[in-house]
């Protein structure tokens, strides 16, 4: 069952279109966050031209000192941003990422697909078994997660390599250890996203309403998150407990309320427990609705 599910994705347009997308997007991230230092010399350069002219300083002189150092590639932690799987960038906010945004739909394609084509059916004939249909889903969904993922971290390990070559006296600040860490768990979190986006597939069955509902909450938790954090001015972990904020803090321990001056709420490996009881009780519901409603 598992092999015939990965023959599935890997024959369908959209399991490449998700993964070209995915990496297309971390190329841009890495693209820019190698570019940025360059860009803000420039901007910097600016204050000449937009300064007042009684002898204050232009409006750049404010901005680029705390640009800089969300930029500075030698330093550990936008290394460590830039090792990120998920693409978040240098700043780690939590927003939605066009590699989160993939695998959410990833995973509502591998759960709507059957139930689109009317493959469902046959397949249940020669698996009569539900669990070991979701079983093999769920394992096909898993390998074109890390299939992707390896894709990502490789995408990042070729973004930070440039970016120490090309910036006179940075080197390497991370160890090899934490570079496997943040890998492992950018690994982690991509299939749990994936797992998520199955559960809503299955949970829904059709495709274009999985698909809306998985886009619709890639965009709307951060902006209700970013809107409780600036109204309880940084005090509120509510929202911190949300799925997509969860994964930010699990790959990189830092979200949108860390960016916007609070405090991490919960370390990474709790972050990681937490999404992984989100992927239970989703994969789960849809699980059991699978099991006790007719296939058609």
Wanted: hydrophobic share 55%.
């Amino acid at each position: 069952m598992f092999r015939a599910e990965l023959l599935k994705l890997r024959s369908t347009r959209a399991f490449w279109i998700v993964g070209v997308v995915a990496l297309a997007g971390a190329v841009l991230v890495q693209a820019f966050t190698v570019l940025m230092p360059r860009l803000l010399e420039r901007f910097g350069g600016l204050d000449e031209l937009t300064a007042p002219g009684d002898g204050s300083a232009g409006p750049a002189t404010d901005l680029v000192p705390d640009l800089t150092a969300l930029t500075d590639l030698g330093s550990a932690t936008v290394q460590r941003g830039m090792l990120d799987l998920l693409g978040n960038g240098p700043s780690g906010t939590g927003s939605v990422s066009v590699a989160t945004l993939c695998l959410l739909i990833l995973g509502a394609l591998a759960g709507t697909t059957d139930f689109r084509t009317g493959g469902i059916v046959p397949t249940a004939l020669v698996v009569p078994s539900r669990t070991r249909m979701l079983l093999g889903k769920a394992g096909a969904t898993a390998v074109a997660a890390l299939a992707i993922g390896a894709g990502l971290a490789l995408v990042s390990a070729i973004g930070l390599t440039t970016a120490i070559a090309t910036t006179p006296g940075a080197g390497l600040a991370v160890s090899g250890a934490d570079v496997l860490g943040i890998w492992g768990r950018g690994l982690c979190v991509l299939v749990a996203f994936a797992w998520l986006g199955l559960g809503v597939g299955i949970l829904v069955r059709g495709q274009v309403a999985a698909i809306v509902i998985v886009v619709a909450v890639a965009f709307v938790e951060p902006m209700v998150q970013a809107v409780v954090v600036l109204l309880s001015s940084g005090t509120s972990s509510a929202m911190s407990w949300v799925p997509l904020t969860l994964g930010a803090l699990a790959s990189t321990g830092q979200g949108a309320a860390e960016f916007l001056g609070g405090a991490a709420p919960v370390g990474m490996a709790t972050a990681l427990a937490g999404l992984a009881v989100w992927v239970a009780v989703v994969l789960g519901s849809g699980a059991a609705t699978f099991r006790s409603r007719d296939l058609l």
